[in-house]
C-alpha cells in the first residue's frame, strides 16, 4: 500500500467522522455515567473496527421564569433573580456530548470516552470529560478516570435532559454541587450474558470533592464514595430498582478554630472550638443514602415512583450549608472556619402518564434540613445559628408535553417553603415560589 492510498483513506475517514458530526441522529442517555453494555453498543456508530464507534447527541433547554417577587432567591431552581426583576429568559442548558468506544473482535466493549460541554448566556463549560477501560478476561470490571458524574444516589445519575422536573432537589444541589468531580470509579459488575449476579452493581470512587463548582482541589482530603445498586426487575405488572449509597470525606481546617452543634444549659448551640490542634484535621462530611425506584409496565397510563433519603454530616461555613468550592474566605481574603452541621433530607417524585404516553403529569416533593439538631423558633443568631440552619420544603408540580421525538415542554411550579424562625429575613415564609416554562430540543 502506497503513501497515497494510505493518506486517502485518512482522508476518507475524516470525511466521515465530519458528516457524522453535522448529520447523524443519536441516542440520549439516561444517565450521566452509563456503563456500556451490549445493548448500548448497538446504539452507537459504527465508523470501523479500526477506528471503533462514534455517536453525537445534544441538547438545548431555553426556558421562561416567574418569580413570586422581586429579587427571589431562586438559585435551585435554576439561579437567582436580580434585584429589580421577578421573570427572565434563560437558556439553562445547551450540551453536546460525542462519545467514542472502541469494541474488541466479538463486540464487547474495550474502551470509552466522553466529552461534554454545556454553552449558554453567560459562556462554556466542559461537564464531562472521562475515559473508561474494561478488563475482558473476567469480564467484571470497569475502571473510569476524569471529570464524571459520582455514584452516589439516583437522582444525581439522571441526565437533565430525561428528568421530568426542571431541576434536582435542594439536597442534591446542596451536597453535591454540579454533581461531577475528578477522580477515579471503579464498577464491579458481571458482564457476561447468565451471570448470576448481572443486576448487582457496586461503584466506588475517589474524587477531589469540590467538583465543578471551585477551580481545583484545595486541600488533602478526598472524598471516598460507595454505592450498591440493583437494575430495574421486572414483577409481573411493575419493574423496581435502587440502591444504598454512602459518602465519606471531609475538609481539612487551616484555623485554629471550628464550629459544631452542642447542648449548653440544656439546649443546642453552635458552639466555637478553639485549638491549635484542629489545624489540618478533617471536617466531616458523612452522607448515608437509600433510594427506590417503582414503575408500572403499561405504555399507557403508566406510573413511576422515585424516592431517596440521605442524612448525615456536612461541612460549610456560617451563612451557607452547601458543600465549599474552594476554602472559604471573607471580602478582605480572610480564611473563615467551618461549621459541621447534622443534617437530613430527602425526595419523592411520582409522574403519570396519561392515556397519550405524550403526556405527563408530574408531582415531587423534597425536604432538606440543615441542622436537624434545631428547629422553628429555636433557630436563633443568639445562639450562633444563620440561615445555613432553616429547614426549606419544596412542592412541586407540572405537566410535560412531548410535540415529537425532538422536542419535548414542561409547565412547572415550584411552591417553596422555609420553616419561621427568629433569624433575620426568615421570621415568616418568605415570597419565592417560582413558575418555568421550559422547552427542549434535543438529538
Known amino acids: 500500500m502506497n503513501r497515497h492510498s494510505t493518506g486517502y483513506k485518512k482522508v476518507n475517514f475524516l470525511i466521515i467522522a465530519f458528516f457524522l458530526l453535522f448529520s447523524s441522529i443519536s441516542y440520549a442517555q439516561r444517565t450521566i455515567n452509563d456503563v456500556m453494555d451490549s445493548t448500548t453498543v448497538n446504539h452507537l456508530l459504527i465508523i470501523s473496527k479500526k477506528y471503533g464507534s462514534l455517536s453525537f447527541s445534544g441538547y438545548l433547554q431555553p426556558q421562561f421564569q416567574m418569580a413570586q417577587s422581586n429579587g427571589t432567591q431562586a438559585e435551585y431552581q435554576g439561579g437567582n433573580f436580580g434585584e429589580f426583576t421577578n421573570n427572565r429568559f434563560r437558556l439553562r442548558r445547551g450540551r453536546l456530548r460525542a462519545d467514542y468506544m472502541l469494541l474488541t473482535d466479538d463486540g464487547a466493549p474495550s474502551t470509552y470516552f466522553v466529552l461534554q460541554f454545556d454553552g449558554t448566556e453567560q459562556g462554556v463549560a466542559v461537564r464531562d470529560f472521562w475515559g473508561r477501560y474494561y478488563e475482558n478476561k473476567w469480564k467484571i470490571l470497569a475502571v473510569t478516570l476524569g471529570l464524571s458524574g459520582r455514584p452516589f444516589g439516583n437522582e444525581l445519575q439522571l441526565s437533565s435532559s430525561v428528568r421530568e422536573a426542571p431541576e434536582r432537589g435542594r439536597m442534591s444541589q446542596i451536597l453535591m454541587k454540579t454533581e461531577r468531580d475528578l477522580g477515579v470509579t471503579f464498577t464491579l459488575n458481571p458482564r457476561w450474558k447468565d451471570a448470576t449476579l448481572k443486576n448487582i452493581v457496586l461503584d466506588f470512587g475517589i474524587y477531589n470533592g469540590q467538583g465543578l463548582a471551585g477551580p481545583a482541589e484545595f486541600d488533602n ?223
Open 221 to 443: 482530603s478526598k472524598d471516598f464514595i460507595f454505592r450498591l445498586s440493583h437494575k430495574t426487575y421486572a414483577f409481573n405488572n411493575f419493574t423496581i430498582a435502587g440502591g444504598i449509597s454512602t459518602l465519606q470525606g471531609g475538609l481539612n481546617h487551616r484555623l485554629p478554630v471550628s464550629y459544631k452543634m452542642d447542648k449548653i444549659n440544656d439546649q443546642w448551640n453552635m458552639v466555637k472550638d478553639s485549638s491549635a490542634a484542629t489545624i489540618n484535621k478533617v471536617a466531616p462530611r458523612r452522607y448515608y443514602g437509600a433510594d427506590i425506584q417503582l414503575a408500572t409496565k403499561t405504555k399507557s397510563w403508566k406510573s413511576e415512583l422515585r424516592a431517596e433519603v440521605v442524612s448525615g454530616l456536612q461541612t460549610g461555613t456560617s451563612t451557607n450549608s452547601t458543600t465549599p468550592g474552594s476554602y472559604p474566605v471573607d471580602n478582605k481574603s480572610i480564611a473563615l472556619p467551618y461549621y459541621t452541621r447534622t443534617f437530613n433530607g430527602a425526595y419523592l417524585t411520582f409522574v403519570q402518564t396519561l392515556n397519550s404516553t405524550d403526556n405527563q403529569i408530574i408531582l415531587k416533593y423534597d425536604w432538606y434540613d440543615p441542622n436537624s439538631k434545631v428547629k422553628g423558633m429555636d433557630i436563633s443568631s443568639a445562639k450562633g445559628l444563620s440561615p445555613a440552619d432553616v429547614r426549606f420544603d419544596t412542592f412541586g408540580f407540572g405537566f410535560l408535553h412531548h410535540f415529537n421525538t425532538h422536542f419535548k415542554a414542561v409547565l412547572y411550579y415550584d411552591i417553596i417553603r422555609n420553616e419561621a424562625t427568629q433569624i433575620q429575613d426568615y421570621t415568616a415564609d418568605r415570597k419565592d415560589n417560582v413558575l418555568t416554562l421550559r422547552t427542549q430540543f434535543y438529538f
